[in-house]
T-cell receptor, first 115, second 115 residues
């Protein structure tokens, strides 16, 4: 059974600071997704990481994937209040039998950025 | 263009009632997924369609849950004899192709409350 663990689950930080959210998963996969969810809203796709060593950046967010360590990180640089949200990583099992498959999500990291 | 839409956005049901939740995927998207998100948790996979074929229903929690996509576009998730533990947000997602590297785009969800 594929398991996805995120840490921390809760994070309060000040504007201007840097921090990293970690996502570990339990079985072989080279497809990892990061989503953002605002309160009462649906999930917004941030990054799709498809290969070992993949790094993607968008604004103050940067995501990376190490498939050998089964680890992805989401790094926040010089945080601003607008980045306050819950961030989920999700993994797709490789042995899905072909075609798209359901994602296994972590519990999410609830991020609060204070002025 | 229009994203994934779901209706109703909110549904209150008495225990034992049947409910039907609708999902309109992005036009032309082949793959459609249903997820259940409990309060404070990450989404959990329920079922997956490729066009009209239901290829995976391993996540459906009981035989009270039934999903269909008869014409390969709109999908309906039906829950019979609702129970309190069915209270959750039900999310629908679609992706363009059946290949597993494609991003899943999520709808706003239906919040179901069973009294």
């Amino acid at each position: 059974e594929l398991k996805v663990e995120q840490n921390p689950l809760f994070l309060s930080m000040q504007e201007g600071k840097n921090y990293t959210i970690y996502c570990n998963y339990s079985t072989t996969s080279d497809r990892l997704y990061w989503y953002r969810q605002d309160p009462g809203k649906s999930l917004e796709s941030l990054f799709v990481l498809l290969s070992n060593g993949a790094v993607k950046q968008e604004g103050r967010l940067m995501a990376s994937l190490d498939t050998k360590a089964r680890l992805s990180t989401l790094h926040i640089t010089a945080a601003v209040h607008d980045l306050s949200a819950t961030y989920f990583c999700a993994v797709e099992a490789l042995d899905s039998g072909g075609g798209a498959d359901g994602l296994t999500f972590g519990k999410g990291t609830h991020l609060i950025i204070q002025p | 263009g229009a994203g994934v839409s779901q209706s109703p956005r909110y549904k209150v049901a008495k225990r034992g009632q049947d409910v039907a939740l609708r999902c309109d995927p992005i036009s032309g998207h082949v793959s459609l997924f249903w997820y259940q998100q409990a309060l404070g948790q990450g989404p959990e996979f329920l079922t997956y369609f490729q066009n009209e074929a239901q290829l995976d229903k391993s996540g459906l929690p009981s035989d009270r849950f039934f999903a269909e996509r008869p014409e390969g576009s709109v999908s309906t998730l039906k829950i019979q004899r609702t129970q309190q533990e069915d209270s959750a947000v039900y999310l629908c997602a679609s992706s363009l192709i059946s290949g597993s590297t494609d991003t899943q785009y999520f709808g706003p969800g239906t919040r179901l409350t069973v009294l």
